[in-house]
């Protein structure tokens, strides 16, 4: 077998080894030569790449900005075009609606025109009913609808149903739609009405209100 001598060391580090001496985690052996960091070149060569990335980012800065601004300008119209849409709705949701009960022929004993009056507010209620059981046919509400309760806003002006010379008042109606099973509670889909007693009228629009127990219904 042929012999070869063996190679011996220059004695110079080599790149990674001049990188680990001069960041101080690695420590040259005695017969390896570590050169001084030639700080003028990395100077230049950090100035140079600090030239580099300041003429990137030149470059791409203003596109940046400008994708900025249009995803913000779209943002703006999508909330725009939403709050168009949910104004059309509520709007759309809470249009008027008008209807009359029958009116006494002559004029009725002061008994008897109680009982008209209270006949006037189940014509109203029978109303709402037919009206929140179309929105749910037209898929506007979830149903069903089992029938619709009407009582005097606030109530505590109750006695002006009782007072023949009271023009008329306002309803807090309720469709509703499911009962507990004592019958305590109802829950349904919340309509404001005014009565008017002397002609027989009434009208009702659905509330922006959410489905809820009793009074305690949140704001849409």
């Known amino acids: 077998m042929a012999y070869r001598p063996r190679r011996r060391d220059s004695g110079r580090a080599g790149p990674f080894e001049k990188v680990g001496a001069w960041l101080g985690v690695w420590t040259a052996r005695r017969d390896v030569v570590v050169p001084p960091p030639p700080w003028r070149k990395i100077a230049l060569g950090a100035l140079g790449a600090l030239a580099v990335a300041g003429g990137v980012v030149a470059l791409i800065a203003p596109a940046i900005e400008r994708g900025k601004h249009e995803r913000a300008a779209a943002e703006r119209r999508r909330d725009a075009a939403f709050e168009a849409a949910k ?13 009359r009960g029958e009116r006494p022929a002559e004029r009725p004993s002061p008994a008897a025109e109680l009982r008209a009056r209270r ?4 014509d109203l ?5 037919r009206d929140a059981r179309a929105r749910v046919r037209a898929g ?5 609808v089992l029938a619709t309760a009407c009582e005097i806003n ?12 009271a023009r008329g008042s306002d309803y807090d109606c309720l469709a509703v739609t499911s009962r507990d099973p004592g019958g305590r509670f109802s829950v349904g889909y919340t309509f404001d ?13 659905k509330a922006c209100l959410a489905p809820g127990e009793g009074a ?3 704001a849409c």
Do not use: C, M
Request: proline share 9%.
């Open 125 to 129: 209620e029978r109303a709402i009913t």
């Open 154 to 165: 606030p109530p505590s002006q109750r006695r002006v149903e009782r007072d023949l010379n």
């Open 87 to 99: 104004r059309k709705r509520l709007a759309e949701e809470g249009r008027p609606h008008g209807g």
């Open 119 to 122: 006949a006037l507010v189940g």
């Open 193 to 205: 009405a005014t009565v008017d007693y002397q002609r027989f009228r009434f009208r009702w629009n």
């Open 216 to 218: 305690a219904r949140p």
């Open 140 to 144: 506007k509400l979830d149903g069903p």
